[in-house]
């Protein structure tokens, strides 16, 4: 499948904010899931098609119901530090967020990222009923190796090859999951060319 590749810039503002970490002497910790600690911060991502300004981002904020508990910490900070300046020939740029002491209790940075502006596929996934038909005639631990290897272990190759040999039939599909149960060793025979929908 020949995809035309279309590059583009976008600009990712990374927002930060660590301040219960600095109001308890500790070093501030990316959290990854929900730990429990003041150390611990969540860096929040907003993603723009050109430069961001600091007017986008409030416009942003506006619109999304869950960062109305900055409008009293974070936002009030921000609108007191400079904002981060890009172009494009530049790659990044950075703000540390200084509180009214002068600590470090935040960063908002902005970075220029590539996308590739690929094709959409489509057709990619199969039927509980197709599924079923590609598992006619295994019984036992090979049915139940069958029901595993489609369901989960190698779905996405399945998917993978559906889209490859543009299989838009039932019988196409159906033929490619009995395919991969025979290269696992499921299923004794390769499928027919034609496989019976029915």
Not at 89 to 95: E, R
Not at 136 to 160: C, I, P, Q, S
């Amino acid at each position: 499948m020949n995809t035309p590749m279309k590059r583009e810039d976008y600009w990712r503002l990374t927002v930060a904010h660590w301040e219960s970490a600095v109001e308890a002497g500790l070093r501030p910790v990316i959290a990854h899931g929900f730990p429990d600690g003041d150390q611990y911060y969540h860096p929040h991502d907003f993603d723009f098609q050109s430069p961001p300004s600091r007017e986008d981002f409030l416009q942003v904020c506006g619109q999304l119901p869950w960062t109305s508990v900055w409008d009293d910490s974070l936002l009030p900070m921000i609108e007191k530090n400079d904002w981060p300046m890009i172009d494009f020939c530049v790659k990044a740029s950075y703000v540390d967020l200084k509180d009214d002491q002068g600590r470090t209790v935040g960063r908002l940075e902005v970075r220029r990222h590539n996308q590739y502006q690929n094709q959409s596929y489509g057709g990619c996934f199969f039927s509980i009923d197709e599924r079923d038909k590609a598992l006619r005639g295994l019984k036992g631990d090979k049915l139940k190796a069958g029901f595993e290897a489609l369901n989960t272990t190698y779905e996405n190759r399945v998917r993978e090859r559906i889209i490859k040999e543009e299989a838009y039939t039932e019988v196409e599909r159906i033929r490619i999951m009995q395919t991969v149960l025979h290269e696992l060793g499921i299923r004794k025979s390769k499928p027919k060319t034609q496989v019976t929908s029915v």
